[in-house]
């Protein structure tokens, strides 16, 4: 009787278990899908704003700009169709508010019904003309020339250097500065912080007395326990004004203040990994090497780093896995100025921060919100990629040691 | 028996929650002043119940898509493509102005400069005025904060003072309003623009025209009276079926009570009828 139901128990147990892992790998493929199904839509997009066009006179040559040229010429960057193709005319932008400056408000009528009228006369009227218009006002009589946008590519986004997400009429997305951005930050936390957290490693396993060592591991497992957005608001009060004044810049948030930050938050992932590398190195090892007369760091640098220099190396990826994928504390100290990084000490802007500030009111299912997800997937390939890496390490780290 | 009337009580509240609860969303801006006015829409009408989250205007309007709130706070007119995807839904809405936010243009306190032109501020966002010579102040690098480009605040600067151009890639762009406030108090050479209920501390507000000509300080008279001139509306969006659920709290919003409690918080009342 009694084995009838521990054998019940275990049956359940066994099955409790196959859930809940079943369960888990489920939710993390559906993540996975969901992530790459929103954002798949954004290519081939035109990236006008829904339910606008852009037209000109019938007798422009210019039939397609790029987004990039577009955003220029709305913003007055660009005032001669020669820079873009056309003939030597200068170029007069027209929104639908501009309409009471060619017509009275009689003329276009009461309840707009002469709108289309009056908007298809001025874009008939003027050469030189760029109109952005609603598409319900520019009917079968329409007199302009309706002018295509470049449709996004993988490669614009991809190599763009603008990210202006929400520009009008032409929406740009460059990824470029925020891919560059990304692991600007992230190479130099893990600059700072490999040398530091590999001699704090070191230091742990070999040399401090159990004393400190008892003291020193709590703490610095607490490093990893504070929440990222009190790293940013220590980030933002204090290192920002301390690199402002000793670099004698204009502004503090840069790219160095996120990595000392993002260094100071992947620490406590490469001290504890190195520390347990170290700590693996057989006893025998260490003791040879001492009796055929190496001293203590002798055999710390020739046999106990060479062992484990492959869990060293996991814990320093995973590290940089931590610092890639941080948002808060980055978002707070870094600027977030989408602008193509040159040195350290200028403001940079990342992926997971774009993110985190942009996705809030982002129109839902807009291209806005699909490029967003087509972010995450970026991402989240950066960080496959790691994990790849950190999965190859430690396999041949198994085969050394058997 | 305990649980007897226990259940009682629950299905009677429940029943009381279906009756007049509703549910709002939207734009954090509107955020603390729709909280503090459901609030005392609650005191007064103890059987209400008002269920407020924010998420920022685009999450709310999403959700008066899907039908998910009742009632979406909004810093920002719908965009085309939003009335666009309302008119596909089939759902007709409906437009209230609740109250007004003006936003000031603000420096550090150390900066001489006062006053400014919208056109130099327009100059100074798009990166065509980069040191502070230029508009009549000291020798000094322009460091030009802005919000992020998702929120109404962003989209709100852009039309108003910039007219429509984009800003300058160089901006610094900080997650919220009183990380702008902290970064401009620290940084000599800053500028930056907060909602007028955030100017407060080590910061310093600068007169502006439009005109000029007159130049005029941010302050509660000032964009009343409409001579400031960058102050923009909040809005409430309603699904038209709902009218019935929302109206009695956006007409207690727009009662006399309602507004003194808007100029109590810092936001701009609707000018008197």
Same mark, same amino acid.
């Given at each position: 009787? @009694?084995?009838?139901?521990?054998?019940?128990?275990?049956?359940?147990?066994?099955?409790?278990?196959?859930?809940?892992?079943?369960?888990?790998?489920?939710?993390?493929?559906?993540?996975?899908?969901?992530?790459?199904?929103?954002?798949?839509?954004?290519?081939?997009?035109?990236?006008?704003? @829904?339910?606008?066009?852009?037209?000109?006179?019938?007798?422009? +040559?210019?039939?397609?700009?790029?987004?990039?040229?577009? +955003?220029?010429?709305?913003?007055?960057?660009?005032?001669?169709?020669? +820079?873009?193709?056309? @003939?030597?005319?200068?170029?007069?932008?027209?929104?639908?508010?501009?309409?009471?400056?060619?017509?009275?408000?009689?003329?276009?009528?009461?309840?707009?019904?002469?709108?289309?009228?009056?908007?298809? +006369?001025?874009?008939?009227?003027?050469?030189?003309?760029? !109109?952005?218009?609603?598409?319900?006002?520019?009917?079968?009589?329409?007199?302009?020339?309706?002018? @295509?946008?470049?449709?996004?590519?993988?490669?614009?986004?991809?190599?763009?250097?603008?990210?202006? *997400?929400?520009?009008? =009429?032409?929406?740009?997305?460059?990824?470029?500065?925020?891919?560059?951005?990304?692991?600007?930050?992230?190479?130099?936390?893990?600059?700072?912080?490999?040398?530091?957290?590999?001699?704090?490693?070191?230091?742990?396993?070999?040399?401090?007395? =159990?004393?400190?060592?008892?003291?020193?591991?709590?703490?610095?497992?607490?490093? !990893?326990?504070?929440?990222?957005?009190?790293?940013?608001?220590?980030?933002?009060?204090?290192?920002? *004004?301390?690199?402002?004044?000793?670099?004698?810049?204009?502004?503090?948030?840069?790219?160095?203040?996120?990595?000392?930050?993002?260094?100071?938050?992947?620490?406590?992932?490469?001290?504890?990994? #190195?520390?347990?590398?170290?700590?693996?190195?057989?006893?025998?090892?260490?003791? !040879?090497?001492?009796?055929?007369?190496?001293?203590?760091?002798?055999?710390?640098?020739?046999?106990?780093?060479?062992?484990?220099?492959?869990?060293?190396?996991?814990? !320093?990826?995973?590290?940089?896995?931590?610092?890639?994928?941080?948002?808060?504390?980055?978002?707070?100290?870094?600027?977030?100025?989408?602008?193509?990084?040159?040195?350290?000490?200028?403001?940079?802007?990342?992926?997971?921060?774009?993110?985190?500030?942009?996705?809030?009111?982002?129109?839902?299912?807009?291209?806005?919100?699909?490029?967003?997800?087509?972010?995450?997937?970026?991402?989240?390939?950066?960080?496959?990629?790691?994990?790849?890496?950190?999965?190859?390490? #430690?396999?041949?780290?198994?085969?050394?040691?058997? | 028996?305990?649980?007897?009337?226990?259940?009682?009580?629950?299905?009677?509240?429940?029943?009381?929650?279906?009756?007049?609860?509703?549910?709002?969303?939207?734009?954090?801006? &509107?955020?603390?002043?729709?909280?503090?006015?459901?609030?005392?829409?609650?005191?007064?009408?103890?059987?209400?119940?008002?269920?407020?989250?924010?998420?920022?205007?685009?999450?709310?309007?999403?959700?008066?898509?899907?039908?998910?709130?009742?009632?979406?706070?909004?810093?920002?007119?719908?965009?085309?493509?939003?009335?666009?995807?309302?008119?596909?839904?089939?759902?007709?809405?409906?437009?209230?102005?609740?109250?007004?936010?003006?936003?000031?243009?603000?420096?550090?306190?150390?900066?001489?400069?006062?006053?400014?032109?919208?056109?130099?501020?327009?100059?100074?966002?798009?990166?065509?005025?980069?040191?502070?010579?230029?508009?009549?102040?000291?020798?000094?690098?322009?460091?030009?904060?802005?919000?992020?480009?998702?929120?109404?605040?962003?989209?709100?600067?852009?039309?108003?003072?910039?007219?429509?151009?984009?800003?300058?890639?160089? &901006?610094?762009?900080?997650?919220?309003?009183?990380?702008?406030?902290?970064?401009?108090?620290?940084?000599?050479?800053?500028?930056?623009?907060?909602?007028?209920?955030?100017?407060?501390?080590?910061?310093?507000?600068?007169?502006?025209?439009?005109?000029?000509?007159?130049?005029?300080?941010?302050?509660?008279?000032?964009?009343?009276?409409?001579?400031?001139?960058?102050?923009?509306?909040?809005?409430?969006?309603?699904?038209?079926?709902?009218?019935?659920?929302?109206?009695?709290?956006?007409?207690?919003?727009?009662?006399?009570?309602?507004?003194?409690?808007?100029?109590?918080?810092?936001?701009?009342?609707?000018?008197?009828?």
């Amino acid at each position: 009787m @009694k084995k009838i139901i521990s054998y019940i128990i275990n049956r359940i147990i066994t099955a409790l278990l196959y859930i809940s892992g079943s369960i888990t790998s489920i939710i993390v493929i559906l993540i996975v899908i969901f992530l790459f199904s929103e954002g798949a839509g954004m290519f081939g997009q035109e990236p006008t704003e @829904k339910g606008f066009i852009l037209a000109v006179n019938k007798t422009n +040559k210019v039939s397609h700009l790029s987004a990039e040229q577009t +955003k220029l010429i709305f913003d007055g960057e660009i005032t001669n169709w020669q +820079k873009v193709g056309g @003939k030597n005319d200068s170029i007069i932008l027209f929104r639908m508010d501009n309409i009471t400056d060619y017509f009275t408000e009689e003329q276009i009528g009461e309840n707009f019904e002469h709108l289309p009228a009056c908007i298809s +006369k001025v874009v008939d009227s003027i050469p030189g003309i760029i !109109a952005f218009v609603g598409k319900t006002y520019t009917d079968k009589n329409f007199a302009g020339k309706e002018l @295509k946008v470049d449709k996004l590519t993988v490669r614009d986004f991809l190599f763009g250097q603008l990210w202006f *997400p929400t520009a009008h =009429p032409v929406a740009v997305f460059g990824a470029l500065p925020l891919l560059l951005g990304t692991f600007w930050v992230s190479i130099f936390a893990i600059l700072f912080a490999l040398p530091l957290g590999l001699a704090t490693a070191i230091y742990i396993a070999e040399v401090a007395n =159990p004393v400190v060592r008892n003291i020193l591991k709590p703490v610095i497992e607490l490093l !990893a326990g504070i929440p990222s957005v009190v790293y940013g608001f220590f980030g933002l009060v204090v290192v920002v *004004p301390f690199i402002q004044s000793v670099f004698n810049l204009p502004v503090g948030e840069t790219a160095f203040a996120g990595s000392i930050i993002l260094g100071i938050m992947a620490l406590p992932t490469i001290i504890t990994i #190195s520390e347990d590398a170290i700590r693996t190195t057989p006893r025998s090892m260490k003791e !040879a090497s001492l009796a055929l007369g190496a001293n203590h760091w002798q055999t710390i640098f020739r046999v106990i780093l060479p062992y484990s220099s492959s869990g060293i190396t996991a814990g !320093a990826i995973l590290g940089i896995g931590r610092a890639i994928g941080e948002t808060m504390a980055v978002l707070m100290v870094t600027g977030n100025a989408a602008v193509m990084p040159h040195t350290l000490l200028e403001p940079v802007r990342t992926i997971p921060a774009t993110i985190a500030a942009e996705l809030g009111e982002a129109p839902q299912g807009g291209l806005h919100y699909e490029s967003l997800f087509i972010l995450g997937c970026v991402l989240f390939l950066i960080t496959m990629l790691v994990n790849l890496a950190v999965e190859f390490i #430690s396999r041949r780290n198994k085969r050394v040691a058997s | 028996m305990t649980k007897r009337i226990l259940s009682i009580v629950l299905i009677f509240s429940l029943s009381l929650h279906i009756a007049t609860a509703q549910k709002i969303k939207g734009s954090d801006t &509107c955020l603390p002043l729709v909280q503090k006015e459901a609030e005392a829409f609650k005191k007064k009408f103890p059987t209400s119940s008002i269920t407020i989250t924010g998420g920022g205007s685009g999450v709310g309007i999403a959700a008066l898509m899907d039908g998910s709130c009742d009632l979406s706070m909004s810093s920002r007119k719908l965009k085309m493509d939003e009335k666009l995807k309302l008119q596909d839904a089939g759902k007709s809405y409906k437009e209230v102005i609740m109250a007004n936010d003006a936003l000031s243009v603000i420096v550090n306190p150390a900066n001489k400069v006062t006053q400014l032109t919208r056109v130099q501020i327009e100059g100074i966002y798009t990166g065509k005025i980069k040191n502070w010579k230029e508009v009549g102040g000291d020798d000094l690098a322009i460091v030009v904060y802005s919000r992020e480009s998702s929120s109404g605040t962003y989209e709100f600067f852009k039309e108003k003072v910039l007219m429509n151009k984009n800003y300058a890639s160089t &901006c610094l762009n900080m997650p919220a309003t009183g990380a702008i406030v902290q970064s401009v108090s620290q940084t000599k050479g800053a500028i930056g623009y907060v909602g007028l209920a955030y100017m407060e501390g080590d910061v310093k507000a600068i007169a502006i025209s439009f005109d000029g000509k007159t130049f005029v300080k941010p302050s509660m008279e000032t964009a009343i009276n409409k001579t400031y001139p960058i102050v923009r509306p909040l809005f409430f969006y309603y699904n038209v079926t709902k009218e019935k659920t929302v109206k009695p709290f956006i007409d207690y919003i727009l009662s006399a009570e309602g507004q003194a409690i808007v100029k109590q918080i810092g936001y701009v009342p609707l000018a008197a009828k």
